[in-house]
């Protein structure tokens, strides 16, 4: 035990183990999700017109779950004991979404030439943060647009909380409307919201994890979570190596070097906010705003990634849903150590994770996202700079989606205002060739079509 206190700095950064635990079954629970939303988007199934299903990316459902899985267990525990940062890793959402609707379906490469690619982005991306690059890049980002990004996050997190909860639904005319409050289902999802906040207003530590639990029970008492149907499943084996095909099958013209770079961008700046919002609120940041042992974590998230195209599965990214982890007292890699634990587990007994359904979790991260809120008031609004990129860095992360096009505008107007307004010189040389690069995204993006 004293082992594991001195290993991961356990009494340094005000935690023990009972906290870590806690905050990883937490940050699982969270993000459990993704075990099963990932196969579906990978698999993209589609009625074949004779009443049965077919996979438009040509992968089966079993192997991507266990690649799903062992992606997620592999990064998150890399990041735990060599970065000791409470961040867990998974196959990003939106960027399986990109691997499934763009690069495959739509632009017509094979799925192993997909993980080729990824495994590529990986690579880059590993040699970045090997060579201190994307560590400098990260610390030479404002203070000001660090908060920003992290409060940006939180609107986006809870926005997708809503979603999830269906207390946010579509509107095909004002894109966004507020759902049917007598729906059982969203009815469940405000039960927890308000469970949660109760919890937590009253100070009862792992408000969010109760609420989760909580928010099952009663589901499954309801008959609005389904219970589960057995224990133990043996998992599939996944696409080991399949992504070797890709380099002797595939077709490398310009336009997949884009996706490269695509992937490469996406991955990028996702984890870099993630990191820098996560890190914050885990007191993981100096006096000077920088990510203590960035550089570590940097090269866990790009390790993850090449892991994840080895076993057949989009990138693999760290989860902005670590917060609900930090916001129970987790603080060091051992939080991650435990999240990769369950995942592996849970691979074991899947059915187990049927009662763990969107509109259970949705509530944690509603939550997530009101903590995360907080960051607002140290942004220096009354700089009007600061105030205009920050205020779009926030707004158009939820807007579009996207953590790293939420990045992209704000950066690239925080350098042009600042020339505009002659203070180009409390702007870094990393800030102008970040603003030179976002515009280059933009244009690429325009041009290509994705």
């Known amino acids: ?42 698999t993209a199934m589609v009625d074949d017109g004779s009443g049965g299903m077919i996979s438009l990316t040509g992968l089966e459902w079993g192997p991507i779950f266990t690649a799903t899985a062992i992606a997620a267990m592999s990064g998150t525990l890399i990041m ?4 000791n940062y409470p961040v867990a890793l998974a196959p990003g959402m939106g960027m399986n979404a990109f691997f499934t609707w763009t690069v495959v379906v739509t632009l017509g490469y094979s799925a192993w030439q997909g993980f080729a690619g990824i495994f590529i982005s990986g ?15 990260i610390n030479s980002i ?3 647009l660090k908060l920003a990004v992290g409060a940006g996050i939180g609107f986006f997190i809870a926005f997708i909380g809503l979603q999830n909860a269906g207390i946010i639904v579509n509107n095909d005319f004002v894109l966004v409307q507020l759902g049917d409050l007598s729906d059982k289902f969203v009815l469940l999802s405000v039960f927890g919201l308000v469970v949660t906040i109760i919890l937590y207003v009253m100070k009862f530590k792992g408000a969010i994890l109760y609420g989760i639990v909580l928010t ?27 992504f070797t095909k890709g380099f002797t099958e595939g077709n490398w013209d310009f336009q997949f070097f ?18 820098v919002t996560v890190g914050n609120r885990a007191g993981l940041l100096t006096d000077e705003g920088e990510l203590k042992d960035n550089g ?33 007292g987790g603080r060091t890699g051992l939080t991650s150590v435990f999240t990769a634990l369950f995942f592996l587990i849970f691979m074991f007994f899947s059915p187990l994770l049927s009662v763990v359904t969107a509109q259970v979790t ?27 990129s920050a205020f779009l860095v926030i707004i158009i992360m939820p807007l579009t989606y996207s953590i790293a096009e939420g990045i992209a505008v704000g950066f690239v107007l925080y350098p042009v205002t600042m020339l505009a307004t002659k203070r180009h010189k409390e702007v870094s040389i990393e800030m102008y060739v970040l603003s030179v690069i976002f515009i280059t995204y933009f244009v690429v993006k325009a041009i290509v079509g994705f």
């Open 1 to 42: 035990m004293e082992f594991i206190k001195n290993f991961f700095k356990l009494e340094e950064r005000g935690s023990n183990v009972k906290t870590e635990l806690i905050a990883g079954l937490t940050t699982f629970l969270a993000m459990a999700y993704i075990l099963f939303v990932n196969p579906n988007t990978l």
């Open 258 to 275: 884009v996706v490269i770079f695509a992937l490469l961008f996406i991955d990028f700046f996702d984890t870099a906010g993630t990191l």
């Open 80 to 83: 735990g004991l060599y970065a």
């Open 142 to 144: 404002p203070k000001n």
């Open 296 to 328: 570590k974590a940097l090269m866990a998230d790009s390790t993850a990634t090449m892991i994840g195209a080895v076993v057949g599965t989009s990138s693999t990214t760290s989860y902005i849903e670590s917060l609900a982890g930090v916001e129970v």
């Open 216 to 242: 099952s029970i009663v589901g499954m008492v309801l008959g609005l979570v389904g219970t589960p149907t057995g224990i133990v499943e043996t998992p599939p084996a996944p696409y080991f190596f399949e």
């Open 123 to 137: 690579l880059l991306f590993l040699i970045l943060s090997i060579s201190g690059l994307r560590k400098r890049i």
């Open 362 to 388: 949705a509530p944690a991260l509603i939550m997530v996202g009101i903590l995360m809120a907080s960051q607002l008031k140290d942004i220096e609004w009354d700089d009007t700079v600061v105030a205009v």
